[in-house]
């Protein structure tokens, strides 16, 4: 009679190893944390077109028109990014394009501060010209940061818990 306690051929693919588990619960933090701030932020801008236009024109980086144009369609691009994130769905391709929508909020950020601008980044609403007091640069870079961070891991490692990329394709 034999007392060992290893698993079975069968149990081998029933039960996740507790480095990956932890790292599927990482993933679904991620994509939460990435997903409802990109729903948050592109909801406070999608009502407010004339706003949103104004936000990204004040950075100086975009002729006028396409700095509007990038101001109206902002938004909704946020929003699907955000849902899809939520929803786990394509996590891969949606958690690239999001980390390098917040690498470009960065730089943007930077940009504007470096040349002495002084805005709000209209990230959440808002945006245009604000008192060189009332700036938040460090703090706006730090926060996109831990947002491409976030994307980021889910770009390397995009398995992640109650998915629909888990349900629909397996991962």
Do not use: N
């Not at 144009?69 to 999001?98: D, H, K």
């Not at 470009?104 to 604000?130: K, N, P, S, Y």
């Amino acid at each position: 009679m034999s007392t060992t306690t290893e698993p079975t051929a069968g149990d081998l693919g029933h039960r996740p190893e507790r480095g990956e588990r932890v790292k599927d619960v990482v993933g679904l933090v991620a994509r939460l944390f990435l997903g409802v701030v990109l729903i948050w932020a592109g909801a406070a801008k999608v009502g407010k077109p004339l706003t949103s236009e104004r936000a990204v024109q004040a950075y100086e980086i975009f002729p006028m028109d396409l700095a509007g144009w990038i101001g109206l369609t902002l938004p909704f691009v946020e929003i699907v990014l955000g849902v899809l994130l939520v929803l786990g769905l394509f996590t891969r391709p949606v958690a690239i394009v999001s980390t390098l929508l917040m690498l470009a909020f960065i730089v943007g950020i930077a940009q504007a501060w470096a040349r002495g601008l002084t805005i709000d980044c209209g990230c959440f609403g808002g945006g245009g010209e604000i008192g060189a007091d009332e700036t938040q640069y460090p703090q706006e870079i730090a926060r996109d940061a831990a947002f491409a961070l976030a994307g980021a891991w889910l770009w390397w490692r995009p398995r992640s818990l109650a998915s629909l990329d888990r349900i629909l394709f397996g991962h």
